[in-house]
């Protein structure tokens, strides 16, 4: 039986699910909240944690290799799009390295951390948000917009714990290249799509030129030369 934490409010399911984790919590531990008030997002950022979402953090505890940490990354996108499919019928795409997206739109984002042996998969799931603020208005998404109905988090959670773990498991068992493939055919970001990249050295332009082995995207730039992403956001060029 799987020990599900529900919070009205919580600052972020990532700071109490790696108190969790210290403590030695079994795998499949979750943390769930209906708003958070201190939500990180990639890259140093905040997310926002309104009311209406679904936010949880599962602490797993697979046999992988440091290196393999990228590769878990996909997986996290993929159970996430695969639960969406079965459990929403919204058809999703992923974006390097997983944010979860409907056309242009962002409708989940995914954090991964390894720490204390453990690691960490936080989701961001925009499930009944009418609105969002006006700099994110643009960007984001939830099922509600896309759907025209509510769906229940409460329902959604327990099938997105069960695909992000069997997702780790087919890595476990049948390798990186089983995982690449179905990323690659889940995402229309891997090949040909021209992106921006911005990278800790600055920003680079270019098309994308599929994937390496341990997971990381490759961009072509004008010049000819390959660049292999293995950290920062990608967007649209434009
Ligand atoms: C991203 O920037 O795309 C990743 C966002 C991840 C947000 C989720 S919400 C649940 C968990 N708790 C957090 O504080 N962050 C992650």
């Not at 290799?65 to 990354?73: G, H, K, R, W, Y």
């Not at 995982?179 to 332009?205: H, N």
Request: with cysteine; glycine share 10%.
């Amino acid at each position: 039986m799987r020990r599900i934490e529900w919070h009205d409010t919580i600052d972020s399911t990532m700071r109490r699910a790696a108190e969790l984790a210290r403590e030695g919590c079994p795998a499949g531990t979750v943390v769930a909240a209906r708003m958070q008030t201190a939500g990180q997002g990639r890259l140093g950022r905040m997310w926002d944690s309104r009311p209406g979402g679904l936010y949880f953090t599962i602490v797993l505890r697979p046999r992988l290799e440091p290196a393999q940490v990228p590769l878990a990354t996909l997986a996290l996108g993929l159970a996430v799009a695969d639960t969406l499919q079965t459990f929403a019928g919204v058809a999703v795409d992923l974006r390097w390295p997983n944010d979860v997206l409907i056309g242009d739109r962002k409708l989940a984002g995914i954090l991964a951390q390894f720490q204390d042996g453990a690691l960490l998969a936080g989701i961001g799931l925009n499930v009944n948000q009418r609105e969002f603020p006006p700099e994110l208005e643009p960007l984001a998404t939830s099922l509600w917009r896309e759907t025209g109905s509510e769906q229940n988090p409460e329902f959604l959670l327990p099938a997105l714990a069960r695909s992000i773990e069997s997702h780790l498991n087919i890595l476990e068992t049948s390798g990186a290249a089983a995982i690449l493939r179905l990323f690659e055919s889940a995402s229309s970001y891997v090949s040909g799509r021209r992106v921006t990249v911005e990278l800790p050295a600055g920003s680079i332009t270019g098309t994308t030129a599929g994937l390496t082995a341990e997971g990381f995207l490759l961009v072509r730039r004008d010049d000819g030369s390959l660049v292999t992403v293995t950290a920062g956001g990608v967007r649209p060029a434009g």
